[in-house]
């Protein structure tokens, strides 16, 4: 099993507000580039969402739930059949994306007991708390070419240090993936 964080990122580390919806100044900065950039598995997740779980903080679960369950490429198809964990104190109705329910457990207890690999969307503070106990195993970042200046960084200042490794980086349309592991076994 493998923790794998997907973010779409800012040259400057942010991840907020990629799309817009959060309405800050600087939103909307991955949309700026094109859909080829942003539609698709970008992600290169493939069989990974055949076989694992999707992990969701309750407002990025929110945001996808509007979105995914409408298309039908695919891609979509995936999202939309991977089994979907929502990480909230206050979720209760999770009818609106197939195969969502709320995690009635401890996250981190959670997590340490899941025998398939679980991907993290988006839902930095869900990231934060399995970053902080050192079970991200990799993260998959697609860098747009945008200084945001502001917002909300995938590694914090004061956030836990970490070595990783470089396992690939490919152009993907305007933005460019770069997939790091853990460079120490845990």
Same mark, same amino acid.
């Given at each position: 099993?493998?923790?794998?964080?997907?973010?779409?990122?800012?040259?400057?580390?942010?991840?907020?507000?990629?799309? @817009?919806?959060?309405?800050?100044? &600087?939103?909307?900065?991955?949309?700026?580039?094109?859909?080829?950039?942003?539609?698709?598995?970008?992600?290169?997740?493939?069989?990974?969402?055949? $076989? @694992?779980?999707? #992990?969701?903080?309750?407002?990025? /679960? !929110?945001?996808?739930?509007?979105? /995914?369950?409408?298309? $039908?490429?695919?891609?979509?198809?995936?999202?939309?059949?991977?089994?979907?964990?929502?990480? &909230?104190?206050?979720?209760?109705?999770?009818?609106? /994306?197939?195969?969502?329910?709320? #995690?009635?457990?401890?996250?981190?207890?959670?997590?340490? *007991?899941?025998?398939?690999?679980?991907?993290?969307?988006?839902?930095? &503070?869900?990231?934060?708390?399995?970053?902080?106990?050192? #079970?991200? $195993?990799?993260?998959?970042?697609?860098?747009?070419?945008?200084?945001?200046?502001?917002? *909300? *960084?995938?590694?914090?200042?004061?956030?836990? !240090?970490?070595?990783?490794?470089?396992?690939?980086?490919? !152009?993907?349309?305007?933005?460019?993936?770069?997939?790091?592991?853990?460079?120490?076994?845990?």
């Amino acid at each position: 099993m493998s923790v794998i964080v997907i973010e779409f990122i800012t040259l400057d580390g942010i991840v907020s507000d990629p799309d @817009g919806s959060g309405g800050t100044p &600087s939103g909307g900065w991955a949309f700026r580039h094109g859909p080829g950039t942003v539609a698709g598995d970008k992600f290169r997740l493939g069989d990974t969402l055949d $076989d @694992g779980v999707m #992990l969701l903080g309750r407002t990025t /679960w !929110q945001l996808f739930s509007k979105l /995914w369950p409408g298309r $039908d490429d695919p891609f979509a198809a995936r999202m939309n059949a991977v089994p979907k964990l929502v990480v &909230s104190r206050t979720l209760t109705d999770t009818s609106a /994306w197939a195969n969502s329910r709320v #995690l009635d457990a401890d996250l981190v207890d959670a997590v340490k *007991r899941k025998e398939r690999d679980v991907i993290v969307a988006g839902s930095l &503070s869900v990231v934060r708390t399995l970053m902080s106990e050192g #079970l991200v $195993d990799e993260y998959r970042l697609l860098t747009f070419p945008t200084v945001a200046g502001t917002g *909300r *960084r995938l590694f914090p200042d004061d956030g836990p !240090q970490a070595d990783l490794a470089c396992v690939s980086a490919e !152009q993907a349309g305007a933005a460019v993936l770069t997939v790091y592991r853990r460079a120490t076994a845990r």
